[in-house]
């Protein structure tokens, strides 16, 4: 889509309010680039901003959910898969060279009983995940896994859940051709937001030092000095300044490498219980549950009006920015941005 076209298509939005003699939205699908673009070459004003960040691939009637059978489920879900995994395969053909090589180690959780390999994306239901190891290792049932602090699960894994690189070399090579690897992703804009109410607003925890030294520092760019708590777009300029760097905030393709690490699948938060359930039944593990996620919690940000509230404040200059900056994550995983715009 080009400018020029961008402004044909408004002029015929306008059109249609003129006609119409009312108020109406406007709905307009975007692809980024364009924002970009507008952002750079016109300084538009973005005064409201939605985002529908639901994945078509998820959604399913319930109806559909009820009637199927176990088998219906993971033959769709086989498809629904590989689709992503060829995409994701694709990208990584297209844009390797662009990518910078792995340097450091994934953070590779290995279960040998049911031949699982995790790796560890936070703010994208690792926690959860952690604890579905820390039983599928049968360290502990798995009410006593779902009772678990935040804290004490970190502290759990990293004693009674084995990395993929304390085995030999030998043995490594072995589970990553052989094992179920999976990864979880999650929109980059929604994964942001959680990052902010996980790390700006809560005020207790194990790393609540870390996260007031990180508070600190955001408020040392400010132009007065004010003790006002940090705002979203405060945060968002630390993100896009790299002000200060943080795995909770860091881009998803550089945590666990998909361009290096192949996995076998790629589960989208949005989708978290289906495919939870796809990958523990491919597994063989008939007893164990995907918790659901708590939507009272402060870091829950999947809810479409705190995604309005928070993103509508960043104009669409900094919007531009923090794509340019998860571009990749965009492109690998194949996210998009429908844009709504009063």
Same mark, same amino acid.
């Given at each position: ?37 507008? +952002?750079? !070459? ?39 898969? +590989? ?24 953070? =590779? ?7 699982? $390999? ?5 703010? $994208?239901?690792? !926690? ?16 006593? +896994?779902?009772? =678990? ?16 690189? !304390? ?13 179920? @690897? ?16 996980? @790390? ?5 925890? @194990? ?31 630390? $993100? ?57 919690? $402060? ?9 309005? @509230?928070?993103?509508?404040? =960043? ?28």
């Amino acid at each position: 889509m080009t400018s020029s076209g961008s402004n044909v298509r408004r002029f015929m939005f306008m059109f249609v309010l003129i006609c119409a003699a009312g108020f109406m939205s406007i709905f307009l699908f975007m692809d980024i680039t364009d924002v970009y673009d507008l +952002a750079i !070459t016109r300084k538009t004003k973005l005064q409201h901003v939605h985002l529908d960040l639901s994945n078509n691939t998820h959604l399913v009637a319930n109806s559909t959910e009820q009637l199927e059978s176990i088998e219906e489920f993971m033959k769709r879900y086989s498809l629904i898969h +590989a689709k992503r995994a060829k995409h994701t395969n694709e990208m990584c053909s297209r844009h390797g060279k662009r990518l910078a090589k792995m340097k450091g180690k994934p953070k =590779l959780l290995v279960n040998e009983k049911h031949k699982l $390999v995790f790796c560890q994306t936070p703010k $994208v239901g690792s !926690t959860s995940w952690c604890r579905i190891m820390l039983v599928l290792s049968e360290y502990m049932n798995y009410t006593q +896994a779902m009772n =678990l602090t935040t804290e004490q699960v970190s502290d759990a894994w990293k004693k009674h859940v084995p990395s993929l690189y !304390t085995f030999p070399v030998r043995k490594q090579k072995h589970i990553l051709a052989t094992y179920t @690897k999976f990864m979880f992703v999650r929109h980059p804009f929604t994964r942001l937001l959680s990052a902010f109410n996980d @790390k700006m607003k809560m005020k207790d925890g @194990k790393y609540q030092r870390g996260n007031d030294i990180i508070i600190e520092k955001i408020k040392n760019h400010r132009d007065k000095n004010t003790t006002e708590d940090v705002e979203f777009v405060e945060f968002i300029n630390m $993100v896009v300044s790299n002000m200060y760097t943080n795995v909770h905030w860091s881009e998803m393709y550089k945590i666990c490498r998909p361009c290096d690490i192949h996995y076998d699948i790629i589960g989208h938060f949005e989708d978290m219980t289906n495919d939870a359930k796809y990958i523990l039944t491919l597994s063989n593990v008939t007893s164990v549950g995907f918790p659901e996620p708590s939507k009272s919690h $402060v870091t829950y940000s999947s809810d479409n009006d705190k995604i309005f @509230k928070a993103f509508s404040t =960043l104009p669409v200059s900094m919007l531009a920015d923090l794509y340019y900056k998860f571009k990749y994550d965009f492109t690998l995983f194949d996210y998009k941005i429908p844009f709504i715009i009063n």
